[in-house]
Nanobody, 127 residues
Framework: QVQLVESGGGLVQAGASLRLSCAASGSTFSSYAMGWFRQAPGKEREFVAVEVSGGGSSYYSESAKGRFTISRDNARNTVYLQMDSLKPEDTAVYYC????????????????????WGQGTQVTVSS
């Protein structure tokens, strides 16, 4: 079971940037698909971004496209989410997740396709 630990959340003003980090255990990190999701109060957890296995193709939600960038450093077993031009509606707890099984080289936005999750990090954007 891969263990994930997120960090980098905080309180920022609209228009600012944050970079979230997610450190993963395990020696085969580079072969996993990694995703970021978020959950606002009273709402369901929603997809933000995913980097699939083998080649590093990335996919984003419509709200994240053009503002957020997912990347990974395999030497550090870490995946990042760079968030620019933040908006108040980006306020949520952000979770990273790993997909180790199934079609890990394909795009997915479904939470059930990810088998391990971090504890989450709070991002609050004030107007």
């Amino acid at each position: 079971q891969v263990q994930l630990v997120e960090s980098g959340g905080g309180l920022v003003q609209a228009g600012a940037s944050l970079r979230l980090s997610c450190a993963a255990s395990g020696s085969t990190f580079s072969s996993y698909a990694m995703g970021w999701f978020r959950q606002a109060p009273g709402k369901e957890r929603e997809f933000v971004a995913v980097e699939v296995s083998g080649g590093g193709s990335s996919y984003y939600s419509e709200s994240a496209k053009g503002r957020f960038t997912i990347s990974r450093d395999n030497a550090r077993n870490t995946v990042y989410l760079q968030m620019d031009s933040l908006k108040p509606e980006d306020t949520a707890v952000y979770y990273c997740a790993v997909r180790q099984r199934g079609l890990i080289w394909t795009r997915t936005e479904r939470t059930q396709d990810f088998n391990s999750w971090g504890q989450g990090t709070q991002v609050t954007v004030s107007s």
